[in-house]
């Protein structure tokens, strides 16, 4: 059983940055394990934001954030990070770190991710 909790999020003005962490405990992840960040807004289905490669760290981004998110992951702590610039109002969501085994067409498929963190709050506004 791995436990995902994430941490980082608050208050930012548009334009400024923000990183959120996710710490994974209970398991070590295998080559085929993959990390993805997604986002939820009320009344919305979660959104893929970004996802990596446990094994080489290969990242990918959904069009929305990408040239401004970044994400990493450390194997030795068994934690990843979400770096966030130039923040957007619509950036504004709950980010969940998730945890699965999707193949690269499946990526933005949250039901290929089977652990999942509780959330945590992400508000740009001025």
């Known amino acids: 059983q791995v436990q995902l909790v994430e941490s980082g999020g608050g208050l930012v003005q548009p334009g400024g940055s923000l990183t959120l962490s996710c710490a994974a405990a209970?398991?070590?992840?295998?080559?085929?394990?993959?990390l993805a960040w997604f986002r939820q807004t009320p009344g919305k289905n979660r959104e893929y934001v970004a996802a990596?490669?446990?094994?080489?760290?290969?990242?990918y981004f959904a069009d929305a954030v990408k040239g401004r998110f970044t994400i990493s992951r450390d194997r030795g702590k068994n934690t990843a990070s979400l770096q966030m610039n130039n923040l957007k109002p619509e950036d504004t969501a709950v980010y969940y770190c998730?945890?699965?085994?999707?193949?690269?067409?499946?990526?933005?498929?949250?039901?290929?991710?089977?652990?999942w963190g509780q959330g945590t709050q992400v508000t740009v506004s001025s």
């Open positions: 990596l490669n446990w094994n080489d760290g290969r990242t």
């Open positions: 998730a945890v699965g085994r999707p193949i690269l067409s499946a990526l933005r498929d949250e039901s290929m991710y089977y652990y």
């Open positions: 209970g398991s070590t992840f295998t080559s085929s394990h993959k």
